[in-house]
Every structure is written in C-alpha cells, then in structure tokens.
C-alpha cells in the first residue's frame, strides 16, 4: 500500500493525541503527541527522507517512542494502539476537545449520557439546556460551551504566536540543511503580519531553478521565487488580502496592473521588489504589521503612518512574578536576568492576597520582598534598579487588594481581575471604573481578560474605560504574554486617540517568559502605537520620576 505523507501522519498523530486523552491516564503523554502532530504538520523536509536517514528526533517534540509510531503510521496508515482506541470513542466526540475549557473527564459524560458526538450536537444539547440537568456536568459548562463553540469553530487550526515561531525556526533550520541551494529564507504569512494566532506558516526563498514549483505540506507552505521576484513573491505570500487588494485598485488607478511577478505598466515589469513597488504607486514603505486593510494605504498616500515602537526602544520591563507568588524564580535571579537582556529596570509585580490560588502575598511578605528590593538595589547601584509592584486584585466591587496605607509605599500598582468574569457589561465596567479612579491605581493589567483559544474577555464598555484611563492617568497595558495578548491590538488607536500611555508587560512568571516582550511590541506595532506612548520605552530616570510625580498626585488624593 503507499505510505502515508507528512500531512496524513500529522492528522493521525494528533488524532492519537486527543483519543490518548480521552482515554485518560497520563495527561503528559496526549499533549506530547499532539506537540509532535504540530511540528510533524510544518515540516520542511520530506517526511520520508527523515525516516530513511534515522533522523525523526530531530524533529521539536518527538522522542524514540514518538518516532516509532511516527514510522509505523507512515509505513501502514494506521497503529495497532489507534485502532484499538477508534473502537472505543466515534470520532465526531473528538471535536468537542475543540472547545475551551471541555476537558476530557467532561467530554466522556457528554458522549455517554448525553450521546452527543459531534460539535453541532453539543451546541444544540446546550441551547436545548439539556447539559446543565445532567448530573455531573452542570449549567455552569453549559453556559461555558455556549460561549466558547465559536472559539472552536474560528480558531481551527490556528496556533499562538510562540508556537508558530518555534515551528518556522525549525523549519528554517531543515530547510538550511536539506535544501542549501535556496537562499534568504525569509518568514511570510500571518506570522510576518504580527497577527495573535497564526493559521499560515509560509516561507518564501529564492531558489536557483526558475522551474521549481512552491511546496505546500499542508501545514507549512514553501514559495519559491527567483531573484528578480524575491521581493513581488515575499509581498503576496505576506498578505493580507485585503491589503493587496488595496494595491492593486491603487495600481490600477495609476494604470498599472499588479501581479505575483511584480508590479506591471505597458506591457513589462517596472518593480518586482517590496520596496519598489510601494514606491512605484507613490507610497512609502508599509511594515507588514500594518498590511490589514484598515486604512493604512490611505494613511500612506497622507503622509500618516506611525512611527512604530520596536524591541530596542524598550528600556525596562514591568508586570513580572517570582516564587514570592506564583513564579519559578527569585527575585534576584529574575532582576539578574532582566539586567542580562540590556534593560535598565524590572518591575517586580507578585500577586496580592486575594489571589491565594496563586500564593498571593501577605503584609508580612510585602515587607520581606522590599528589603530583599533595597539589599539588590544598592549592590546593582545606577545603573540598573528594581522597582517595587504588586499585581492588585481588583475585587468584585472595583476596590483594590489592600488599603491605600499598604499601596503607598509601592513604585507602582497594576490592578487586574482575575475573578468575577460573568458579571454584566454595565456592572464589569463599573468595577473597572472605580479601579481606574483609585489614586493607587498606576496600570491596568490585561483589560479584558481573554486567553485566546481558550476563554473571551469579559463584557466591558472598552470605550468607557480607555477615556478613564487618559483622564485619570492610568496606563493601558498590552499584555505580552502570547495566551494573553491584552489589550487586543484593534483597540489601541482608540487608547491612543484617547490620550492613553500604553505599557507592553510579559507578565513573566520565569525567565524563560521574560522573552514574552516582543510579542507584546508586535501586537503594539500592529496596533499603530509610537515609542513615546510606551511607559517602559522610558529610561529608568524618566520612569523613576514618573513614578514619584503619580505617588504625589496619591498622596493628594488621600
């Protein structure tokens, strides 16, 4: 029989994974398997070459174990494990595993009791609040189904921004390897967009061959291009499409037609490279973080586009944790990694007590932590400095945590919700409200508080609470992390036509996550915000000053 492809592979690895899960058991070994279905699916090499050459490890995530299922899916299309698993479970009931928040313990008594086996089926049990009666399940995960099918339906097949760059790094690497005749292997898509999830993993390389046809493994697409349309070939697979589609009424409003191959007039190609053909239609050179469709070639011909903030202009990184809470680390060794990255300050901001799901910090920890902040403090001297915060609770009816005589002391208070998330718009946006007015109050931290492909944000009047912010002088974060991505980054020309300063935080809990940061500068170089209307993209004397002029205008206020 013929040997199943990377992409067939791919698909029945992960449908191992999730069939793994739902036979319980080690939750370690499904996940393991589906990392691997993921990388499997992005592959730039022939599968078949790497099982030939021995060298399936070198793909991220798989093991010898993995690889020996890996080999016998692809010798016969099938495992003896996976078959015996199939007679099991139908395999509608494997898209409820779709869903956020639907573990496998749930899924079971869906399909069970309820005998629903599709997604369909579950969206209708619950609209027919046919869950909520059944015994172990509940009008709680009813109501949590109802709200999160859609996620499953528009999220399928789409992975976070750090998974997506693990993938194409790899895939970069094999490329160099298996494939040294192709040259500036460069990183196009969604990817290359900014875009929060990523549904195409795509690199475009100039190959030597004009004959040679792009390759598409299902999950990782190859354009090939030679020199002379590297740059036409780079700016299509970029996208978006609404953004080409931009340039091309644009073109053909100047007579010009635009085309895969370059930028056409009379007959022949008058620019082929990225550069080039913006300028060949009168425009300035679009990042592609902007290449939306929201205006931004209009802006162009204007004149208007932003100046963007970028990695470097950032000086110090606030909003982080460490074992004082729910972190990895220490304080010295996550301000020492902080120091190691070239920044200038690291805002320690462990939880409050409220948060005892996440070892929130008494009175008396508080104190510990800030004499461990002085003692580091005077041994890094001026050049690099931690600044005391503390992550605030903001508590069902919009106060903080602590009373103001606690916050006092503080450099800085970001205040988020972390509970509480089905209270009505109007009663969530009140509680923000008041958290804004609270003179403590120096951050709002991931404002709406969705995990995406995992659970929406909660009803707020976004509006309402960004004129707060700029009236009360509370900045805006943009939550870094890559589940979070918060404040999402269609709202941040209307933080910044509000007059808000914005604060792009990695809400690290290791220091691994302190890398988180330039995800956050991406989201906020899609959203169109400048280096001068970023909190942290001030030295630490402009931010220390900040600081002490916010803790006159509390003591003022109190």
Known sequence: MPKADARTVAKLLREYAQRTALRGGNPYRAKAYSRAADSLAALAEPLDKLI??????????????????????????????????????PAGVLELLDVPGLRPEKVLPLYKDLGITSLAELEAAAKEDRIKTSKGLGGA????????????????????????????DHAKDSLRTARPELKHLTVAGDFRRGCELVRDLAIVAEKPVSDDPDINSGGLQLHLA????????????????????????????????????????????IAAKEEDIYRA???????????????EIERALKGKL????????????????????DGTETLETMAKATRDRGFDYFGVADHSKSAHYAGGLSVEQIEQQHREADRLNKRFGRDFRILKGIESDILADGSLDY????????????????????????????????AIANPFTTIIGHMTGRQLQRRPGYEIDIEKVLRACAKHDVVVEINAHPWRLDLDWRWHQAALDCGCMMSINPDAHSIRELDHMHWGVEMARKGGVPPDRVLNARSLQEITRYFRQKRRSQSKAT
Request: proline share 5%; glycine share 10%.
């Open 141 to 168: 995960l009813q109501t949590k189904i109802l709200q999160n099918v859609a996620i499953a339906k528009s999220g399928e097949g789409s992975l976070h921004l750090h998974r997506a760059a693990a993938l194409l």
């Open 52 to 89: 030939m050459d021995e060298r399936l490890t070198e793909i991220p995530g798989v093991g010898e174990a993995i690889a020996d299922i890996i080999t016998k899916l692809y010798q016969t299309g099938t495992h003896p494990s996976l078959e015996q698993l199939r007679k099991e479970i």
């Open 403 to 434: 009373p103001g005589d606690m916050l006092a002391p503080f450099d800085f208070v970001v205040a988020s919700i972390h509970g509480r998330f089905k209270m009505d718009r109007k009663t969530q946006t009140d509680r923000l409200l008041r």
């Open 226 to 269: 030679d020199r002379k349309h590297f740059g036409a070939a780079l700016l299509f697979a970029t996208g978006s499409a609404a953004h080409l589609e931009g340039l091309r009424e644009l073109a053909e409003r100047k007579g010009m037609t635009l085309e895969p191959d370059g930028l056409h007039k009379g007959g022949s190609v």
């Open 306 to 325: 932003p100046k963007l903030v970028r990695d470097d202009d950032l000086r110090g990184i606030l909003h982080c944790h460490t074992d004082a809470s």
């Open 281 to 295: 239609l009168g425009l300035p050179f679009i990042v592609p973080e902007l290449r939306e469709g929201r205006g």
